[in-house]
């Protein structure tokens, strides 16, 4: 095993332990998928010669590059699908925020000092809040 | 004239509340003013009582976004609040930072009076005192948004504009950040062109420029937008373009 293996076990390992250790309450499920992906990938890494030898079957030329090549497409899926999660959230938010916003907004009248303010009407017949008129 | 203002703030109360005064002072030379204000989240919030109080040509319609979420979003709901109330003659787009003028909305206003659909605010044709690295950034933003675009306009990502009923009916502003300066100009000049997307091909908006003179003090350039803001834009731009579907 060359020095380079035992670094990256060890992360490997360190990172396992510190995910078990800091685990939240019903997170047992997605640490046990993390465990079976950390000892797939351990495993690479201690026998090399597997993942070279998997590489040669599919015509690839390095056992590295075989797990780089699926590695990377699938964190660009992940990072254009998570991005497009973030987005929708947002705008939901924003809906929420602007709706909360626009039912409190008030009208200010008379001597503003005296914290006089109107709500903007009540709701008509078709459940909108219209200001009234001035 | 029955003008509605629409006017995002963040976290500026001193510089709102002097806005606010100022065009309380002139609003009669326009007209009926009613101002929607629209805190974007500010901490402490902005508060009824700070602000001045209306009078026989001077209104304020006050609402708080919960959260922070960017002028675009507070300039659109202050275009959804000024919808609810009764038609207005003219939606004008403000700073609440003081950076522009009551003349300069009175000139605005007049271009929609006069039969313009959308009014946009012309800072190099007015008397603007504008940084030159400012200047250099504009000129950029205004190729990028002339071609984006295909419409042809003399400055760019100026925030005081004014717009007819129909037109603000028709903008909606979907970009929460920044980017909205950029949006309202492809919505404009999509339903200008009567092009895809557009409400109706025969009904189209014209399009004025009007001249304005943009007050920058070391404090509107310290709250306002960085030079840098642009690639912010861009990057919500093309998220838009990915993820924003159809329009």
């Known amino acids: ?134 | 004239m029955r003008v509605a203002v629409l006017m995002p703030v963040w976290n500026d109360p001193d510089a709102l509340a002097r806005t606010l005064r100022g065009i309380r002072h002139r609003a009669s030379e326009v007209g009926d003013v009613t101002v929607f204000v629209v805190d974007d989240g500010s901490s402490p919030p902005v508060l009824a009582a700070r602000l001045p109080p209306p009078d026989a040509s001077f209104r304020i319609v006050l609402a708080r976004h919960a959260l922070n979420l960017g002028q675009g979003a507070a300039l659109e709901t202050a275009r959804k609040l000024a919808l609810r109330d009764t038609p207005y003659d003219v939606y004008a787009t403000m700073d609440a930072d003081g950076q522009h003028r009551m003349e300069d909305l009175r000139a605005l206003a007049e271009a929609i009076a006069s039969g313009a659909d959308v009014a946009f605010g012309n800072r190099f044709e007015g008397a603007s005192n504008i940084p030159s690295v400012r200047r250099v950034v504009l000129f950029a933003a205004r190729i990028f948004e002339n071609v984006l675009t295909g419409m042809r306009l003399s400055d760019a990502h100026n925030g005081f504009r004014a717009f007819s009923y129909r037109a603000v009916a028709r903008v909606q502003i979907r970009q929460n950040r920044m980017a909205h300066a950029t949006e309202i100009r492809q919505q404009v000049s999509r339903e200008a062109r009567g092009g895809k997307g557009a409400a109706r091909r025969t009904d189209s908006l014209r399009v004025v420029e009007v001249p304005v003179s943009v007050r920058y003090t070391a404090a509107t350039l310290a709250h306002g937008q960085t030079s840098l803001g642009a690639i912010a834009i861009l990057r919500d731009l093309f998220h838009r373009y990915l993820f924003g579907g159809s329009e």
């Open chain 1, 1 to 134: 095993m060359t020095p380079a293996s035992v670094i990256l076990l060890g992360l490997v390992a360190g990172l396992l332990f510190f995910d078990f250790a800091t685990m939240r309450k019903g997170g047992r499920r997605i640490f046990l998928v993390e465990c079976v992906a950390f000892v797939a990938g351990g495993a690479l890494i201690a026998f090399p010669d597997v993942a070279t030898r998997l590489a040669h079957a599919v015509g690839i030329g390095r056992g590295v590059d075989f797990v780089l090549y699926p590695l990377v497409i699938w964190l660009v899926r992940e990072s254009l699908v998570s991005r497009r999660r973030r987005f929708e959230e947002a705008e939901r938010l924003t809906e929420i925020v602007r709706a909360m916003a626009i039912e409190q907004a008030v009208r200010i009248e008379g001597r503003a000092s005296g914290g006089q303010v109107h709500g903007l009407g009540q709701s008509d017949a078709h459940g909108t809040n219209r200001a009234p008129s001035h």
